[in-house]
């Protein structure tokens, strides 16, 4: 699961530089989405 949380901190590093640039639109908050569902898939998986 390492490999999930390195995809996931490299989706929030470009969500937060997008917000900060104010490129992307719809597609940063997209990426957000995609971020927290590897976060959230991450912590559920390694539980077990």
Do not use: C, E, P, Y
């Not at 949380?5 to 990426?31: A, D, E, N, P, Y």
Request: proline share 0%; charged share 10%; net charge positive.
């Amino acid at each position: 699961m390492g490999l999930l949380r390195w995809i996931g901190g490299i989706v929030v590093f470009f969500w937060v530089l997008g917000l900060i640039l104010k490129i992307g639109g719809g597609m940063i908050h997209t990426l957000l989405v995609i971020a927290a569902i590897v976060f959230i898939v991450d912590k559920i998986s390694g539980k077990k």
